[in-house]
């Protein structure tokens, strides 16, 4: 089992960007469909992105078409979640999560690692 540490959150005013990244334990990181999640306060954690195995497909929530890629790197065990044009509702932390499950729109509970979370601000 993979064990999962977030990085790159932080404070950006509307319309910047960041780049966060999940480094990965283990040798089976590419078995692995990775997602990330954000949880703002009082709200529930919902799925922010998706990527197959191989980095070939993808899914995204609807609030963030356009403006955030994920892309993975197997050789290095890492993912990464490119967000531009950041909006004050994109506040909240993200997590990195991984999942066996072999659906990339797997809810929040399938899936079986998750990493500590970073707190990413947007100022208006």
């Known amino acids: 089992q993979v064990q999962l540490v977030e990085s790159g959150g932080g404070l950006v005013q509307a319309g910047g960007s960041l780049r966060l990244s999940c480094a990965a334990s283990g040798r089976t990181f590419s078995n692995y469909i990775m997602g990330w999640f954000r949880q703002a306060p009082g709200k529930e954690r919902d799925v922010v992105a998706a990527?197959?195995?191989?980095?070939?497909?993808?899914y995204y929530q609807d609030a963030v078409k356009g403006r955030f890629t994920i892309s993975r790197d197997n050789a290095k065990n890492t993912v990464y979640l490119q967000m531009n044009g950041l909006k004050p509702e994109d506040t909240a932390v993200y997590y990195c999560?991984?999942?066996?499950?072999?659906?990339?729109?797997?809810?929040?509970?399938?899936?079986?690692?998750w990493g500590q979370g970073t707190q990413v601000t947007v100022s208006s």
């Open positions: 990527i197959s195995r191989a980095g070939f497909g993808t």
């Open positions: 999560a991984a999942t066996r499950k072999n659906d990339l729109g797997s809810k929040s509970f399938e899936y079986d690692v």
